[in-house]
């Protein structure tokens, strides 16, 4: 069962190179989700999709970019990265209208930009 | 808007020793409470749940209720195991259609042998 997979696990960047993060499921989940998670911040929701070709921002989405055009993919691309990047980046999936609240977490991608 | 409080960590316990990790909450209506744990290295996964004030959401020796009355959603385990040692996230999701979590911050616990 693969379940929620992310690459790459790791990536270093120079400020202002772009790069795309990958995260694709196969549990057919409408609803996707990227958050960053912080020391001292807990995770924090930077932008989520209810469904193919639906994106909305969250709480921290300066910076990223994202698109839905698959229910099965949900990139999230850093367009000029920048030190403040710097972190561990998680997708997370479940079913639609968010169901039972049960979010399914991807192993993470941790991203050091220098 | 809404949002949760955990106390903050790191705590470290002694096997076999008596868990609360506290959460409160801030919300409108009555939103559903959940308790995620994130193991070393890996991503977060739910641990319990509890969707109505005064349910009790139960798994692995973890308990947590719903107190609508002081808005809390406390952790507890009675005897905890090294293997316990994670970071637990508080989470709640308010009660309208697609309404994203929101998460706590995050305690660290460390359980000792």
């Known amino acids: 069962n693969a379940g929620v997979t992310q690459t790459p696990k790791f990536q270093v960047l120079k400020t202002g190179q772009s790069m795309t993060l990958q995260c694709a499921q196969d549990m057919n989940h409408e609803y996707m989700s990227w958050y960053r998670q912080d020391p001292g911040m807990g995770l924090r929701l930077i932008h989520y999709s209810v469904g193919a070709g639906i994106t909305d921002q969250g709480e921290v989405p300066n910076g990223y970019n994202v698109s839905r055009s698959t229910t099965e993919d949900f990139p999230l691309r850093l367009l000029s990265a920048a030190p403040s990047q710097t972190s561990v980046y998680f997708c997370?999936?479940?079913?639609?209208?968010?169901?039972?609240?049960?979010?399914?977490f991807g192993e993470g991608s941790r991203l050091t930009v220098l | 808007g809404d949002s949760v409080t955990q106390m903050e960590g790191p705590v470290t316990l002694s096997e076999e020793a008596f868990l609360t990790i506290n959460c409160t909450y801030t919300a409108t209506g009555y939103p559903s409470l959940f308790w995620y744990v994130q193991y070393p290295g890996e991503g977060l996964q739910l641990l319990l749940k509890?969707?109505?004030?005064?349910d009790k959401g139960s798994n692995k020796g973890f308990e947590a209720t719903y107190r609508k009355e002081t808005t809390s959603f406390h952790l507890e385990k009675g005897s905890v195991q090294v293997s316990d040692s994670a970071v637990y996230f508080c989470?709640?999701?308010?009660?309208?259609?697609?309404?994203?979590?929101?998460f706590g911050k995050g305690t660290r616990l460390s359980v000792i042998a």
């Open positions: 997370a999936s479940t079913i639609r209208g968010l169901g039972t609240g049960e979010l399914f």
């Open positions: 989470a709640l999701r308010g009660n309208s259609g697609n309404t994203p979590l929101v």
């Open positions: 509890a969707t109505k004030a005064d």
